[in-house]
Structure formats: C-alpha cells, structure tokens
Nanobody
Framework: QVQLVESGGGLVQAGGSLRLSCSSS????????MGWYRHAPGEQRELVAK???????NYLDSVKGRFTISRDNAKNTVYLQMNSLKPEDTAVYYC??????????WGQGIQVTVSS
C-alpha cells in the first residue's frame, strides 16, 4: 500500500524557516494536485497550499508571500518552503496527493511548532 511520508517539521522561533517534504513510498501514477493542509488544536483543518500538475498554485491568504509550494513530478514529491514563520502557523501539517477521479492519499502528519 502506498504511503506518503513527510519530513522537515520541528520547532523554530518566530521569523525562522522550515522546509517540509513529502514523498510517496511507492509509485503513484498520474498525480494531479499535490497540497499541504494543517490542523491546529481547536481549529478546523485548512488548506495551506496546493499545486496542480500544470504548476498552478493557490495559497491560504495568511501564508501568501511567506510560503512557497513546489513539486518534483519525477520523484512524486511535494515541498513547502515556509519563511517568516509565526506562532499562528503552529499546527500538524499533512500532505495530500490526488489522482482523479477518486484516489486520495494522505501523509501521517508532521508537527510544526513556532515559538514566540
């Protein structure tokens, strides 16, 4: 069974940077969208950033200008470069890969903690 494996999380001070990576443990064909979601305690899960196979990107308003999503299709890998981190970015981050029409893969989640 294919799994998504995230790395790069951890503890960082406000203003710092982290780079999240997510790769599949096996081959997934025809991935369309790749994305990152986050879930903070007491909050609903929200989409942070998404990138299509064609390279179109969209971001949560609160991370625009600070976060950058990118992908390597040959490696089935998606990245999230997070700069100027704020305490409110603290959450568990999950990667997601979608293969239309119905395949939907999720990572196990990785903790990002930003201290003030």
């Amino acid at each position: 069974q294919v799994q998504l494996v995230e790395s790069g999380g951890g503890l960082v001070q406000a203003g710092g940077s982290l780079r999240l990576s997510c790769s599949s443990s096996g081959t997934i064909f025809s991935i369309d969208a790749m994305g990152w979601y986050r879930h903070a305690p007491g909050e609903q899960r929200e989409l942070v950033a998404k990138i299509t196979r064609g390279g179109s990107k969209n971001y949560l308003d609160s991370v625009k200008g600070r976060f950058t999503i990118s992908r390597d299709n040959a490696k089935n890998t998606v990245y999230l470069q997070m700069n100027s981190l704020k305490p409110e970015d603290t959450a568990v981050y999950y990667c997601n890969m979608v293969v239309p029409p119905w395949e939907d893969y999720w990572g196990q989640g990785i903790q990002v903690t930003v201290s003030s």
